[in-house]
């Protein structure tokens, strides 16, 4: 299949609009900007169009997707006896890297949900893809566009190196600015539940939300619980490298890598720092990729897949990992990182 790929700008942007809709409304598949990760587009109630987004990712057919509304009209034909915390959740963060999980109304189809008989939802915060989910008149589904197990993409090329061939359309619109999928909650169960974190934070959610929980598969990752969310339990953001985590306070973590360094010197390392340690790696023959400072979270979080995917572009053998503690943005970062290492975590002893 051609791609055709599409860089929009002010002059070709209706034109690329109404071509992506056309697309859209064959049953087509076109690659969308979010200010999350690009999403992987089709009309989310043509159950075929759906199948073929499984399909071009390599997807599980068990792992739910996310359907993206332009409008609460378009939102309340998808879901039933939605609970009235939505509204007050929608009005603070939407459009935006919220997802929400309510109870399915009978026009969804199966596809959709992989069975279950709750779907996700989530209004994204980028221009083009509104108008172009508006122009469809349709959710468009939008799992992230990269091919299944992989990180996830942050820019046009990202998708191109992944899917080109496979869809009809991308339309690339710059980098990401959260760099992370979007926060899931869900909302058809008594207590509130976070499935996912993401830049709409615990603490965030909870000022609105008292009895907020946790899903404990993100804070405990024992290989006996099964998290809540059928995506979670997936390998996800391999890099082509084997990648090892270091947590504990930050003199022990960088001494800890540069010893694991130390005892490596025959492989190719790459080192995922923070700008306030890179200067420590000057003399260690390592390939270190800056991911911002330790102040900024939500820098590291908008560079992590970016640099994941830049090591698998240069070919290492080892990536060494610095870790964040797990509040606010730092949840969402570790909770990749964790993924991307297979959960090989080497501790330090002190917080
Ligand atoms: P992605 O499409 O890559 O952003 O991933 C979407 C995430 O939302 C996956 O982890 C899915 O398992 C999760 N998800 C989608 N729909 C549901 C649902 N109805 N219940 C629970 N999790 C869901
Ligand atoms: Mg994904």
């Known amino acids: 299949m051609h791609t055709e790929y599409i860089e929009i700008n002010e002059i070709n942007f209706d034109e690329t609009v109404n071509k992506a809709s056309e697309l859209i409304r064959e049953g087509k598949l076109v690659v969308f900007p979010t200010e999350t990760v690009y999403g992987l587009?089709?009309?989310?109630?043509?159950?075929q169009a759906v199948r073929n987004v499984y399909a071009a990712k390599g997807r599980p057919l068990d792992n739910p997707v996310i359907l993206h509304v332009s409008s609460i009209e378009m939102l309340d034909r998808l879901v039933v006896d939605r609970p009235e915390i939505s509204d007050l959740l929608i009005e603070k963060f939407w459009p935006g890297p919220l997802t929400m999980i309510f109870k399915k109304s009978n026009i969804i189809p199966k596809e959709i949900t992989a069975g279950l008989d709750t779907v996700a939802v989530r209004m994204p915060n980028r221009k083009f893809t509104l108008s172009l989910i508006k122009a469809s008149d349709t959710p468009l589904a939008g799992p992230s566009a990269n091919t299944s197990g992989k990180s996830s993409p942050t820019s046009g090329e990202h998708c191109r190196h992944d899917?080109?061939?496979k869809v009809d359309m991308i339309v690339s619109d710059g980098d990401t600015e959260v760099g992370l999928e979007s926060t899931v909650i869900d909302l058809s169960v008594k207590n509130p539940m976070i499935l996912?974190?993401?830049?709409?934070?615990?603490?965030?959610l909870r000022a609105y939300i008292p009895n907020l929980e946790i899903d404990s598969t993100i804070l405990e990752s024992s290989s006996d619980l099964i998290p809540k969310s059928p995506g979670q339990k997936y390998k996800h953001y391999a890099p082509d490298a084997e990648a090892l985590l270091f947590t504990g306070g930050n003199?022990?973590?960088v001494r800890n890598m540069k010893e694991y360094i130390a005892k490596?010197?025959?492989?190719?390392?790459?080192?995922?720092?923070?700008t306030e340690n890179v200067s420590e790696f000057d003399r260690e023959n390592v390939l270190v990729l800056d991911m911002g400072s330790r102040d900024n979270l939500n820098e590291v979080a908008h560079r992590l897949f970016g640099s994941l995917r830049e090591f698998d572009r240069i070919g290492v053998?080892?990536?060494?990992?610095?870790?964040?503690?797990?509040?606010?943005?730092?949840l969402a970062v570790m909770n990749r990182l964790k993924k991307a290492c297979s959960?090989?975590?080497?501790?330090g002893e002190n917080k």
């Open 196 to 204: 996912r974190p993401g830049a709409v934070t615990f603490e965030m």
């Open 41 to 47: 587009g089709a009309d989310g109630l043509n159950g």
């Open 251 to 253: 003199e022990e973590i």
């Open 343 to 347: 959960n090989k975590i080497i501790k």
């Open 163 to 165: 899917l080109d061939g």
């Open 317 to 330: 053998d080892l990536i060494l990992c610095e870790g964040f503690e797990e509040n606010e943005m730092g």
């Open 264 to 274: 490596n010197r025959t492989k190719k390392i790459g080192v995922l720092s923070t």
